[in-house]
């Protein structure tokens, strides 16, 4: 029994040295692996994704949440962070890309300082939103995904806000705007590019 006892706590023992040199391992692949990307030689480490791997554990279920954190940070997720996720939680990038381009949370490309998303669903669409996006589109000069030249401006399209009964609506930035017309859309455009 006390045999036992003893090979038990060196099992332990052995399992929490291996423990900790995959986490030493771990920490120095991730410093390896967050540094700039650019051409420019800076050799710059990008300390945010440096500090999102080492606040969660490196297994597979944390791809979504982490995608999350990346995307309020960046505003998108960066080819760069699809990287470092894909080797931090041994994934191939194919299945990162595949959860960013699954779910409508997450974006390749990076939104403008002011995102108008207009509600193409039922009940907004059926009340005239889709005027309010061709509206948008003249008024900008881009399309649904991209942004103005200057980073100012972003259209999206989405399919429901959980606001019907203020249809039709579109939002700036999460703030929602119900009953909305092509007039107020104009009112609240010449609003926001007014501001600096």
């Known amino acids: 029994m006390e045999k036992n006892k003893i090979e038990n706590q060196y099992k332990k023992q052995k399992d929490d040295k291996t423990k900790k040199e995959q986490i030493n391992e771990n920490s120095d692949n991730i410093k390896k692996l967050c540094k700039c990307e650019c051409?420019?030689?800076c050799d710059k480490k990008d300390e945010f994704l440096e500090s999102l791997c080492n606040e969660y554990q490196p297994i597979k279920d944390n791809l979504i949440q982490m995608l999350n954190e990346v995307q309020e940070h960046y505003g998108y997720v960066p080819m760069h962070a699809q990287k470092v996720l894909a080797e931090f939680l041994n994934v191939s990038m194919a299945e990162v890309y595949g959860v960013v381009t699954f779910y409508s949370r997450f974006t390749l490309k990076p939104k403008g300082k002011y995102n108008i998303a207009v509600c193409l669903g039922t009940a907004c669409f059926v009340k005239g939103s889709q005027k309010i996006m061709d509206r948008l589109k003249e008024r900008l000069k881009i399309e649904a995904g991209e942004t103005t030249e200057d980073g100012r401006f972003s259209i999206e399209e989405t399919r429901c806000v959980g606001a019907c009964g203020l249809a039709p609506?579109?939002?700036?930035?999460?703030e929602?705007?119900?009953?909305?017309?092509v007039q107020?859309?104009?009112?609240?455009?010449?609003?926001?590019?007014s501001r600096e």
């Open 176 to 181: 929602v705007f119900g009953k909305a017309t």
């Open 169 to 174: 609506v579109f939002t700036v930035n999460g």
């Open 184 to 193: 107020k859309l104009d009112e609240v455009l010449n609003e926001l590019s």
């Open 39 to 41: 051409e420019c030689g």
